[in-house]
């Protein structure tokens, strides 16, 4: 079973920028979704940004046009870079795979964003 683990968390001042990593191994293709999640203490687990198999990307309204998802298939790899960071995206980060034909979903165990204002 396919296994994603996170990487790239820290702290960092408001204004500051993070590159966030999600390889997975054991690897068995499937036609994926990827995916980024974050979860703030005391709140519930919310959707940041996700690309689909033919690279379509989806962000919501809170991190439009300050982070972007990428991919490398070669790696097994996708990245979310976030610049401007704001106090209101620290979270816990994780990342989702989603398999479009089994429908199968696995996730990281997350990486830590602290933003201090």
């Known amino acids: 079973q396919v296994q994603l683990a996170e990487s790239g968390g820290g702290s960092v001042q408001a204004g500051g920028s993070l590159r966030l990593s999600c390889v997975a191994s054991?690897?068995?293709?499937?036609?994926?979704?990827m995916s980024w999640w974050r979860q703030a203490p005391g709140k519930e687990r919310e959707f940041v940004s996700g690309?689909?198999?033919?690279?379509?990307?989806r962000y919501i309204d809170s991190v439009k046009g300050r982070f972007t998802i990428s991919q490398e298939k070669a790696k097994n790899t996708v990245y979310l870079q976030m610049n401007s960071l704001k106090p209101e995206d620290t979270a816990m980060y994780y990342c989702?795979?989603?398999?479009?034909?089994?429908?199968?979903?696995?996730w990281g165990q997350g990486t830590q964003v602290t933003v201090s204002s």
């Open positions: 989702k795979r989603r398999c479009l034909d089994s429908f199968i979903s696995t």
């Open positions: 054991r690897y068995t293709y499937c036609p994926s979704d």
């Open positions: 690309m689909d198999d033919n690279g379509r990307t």
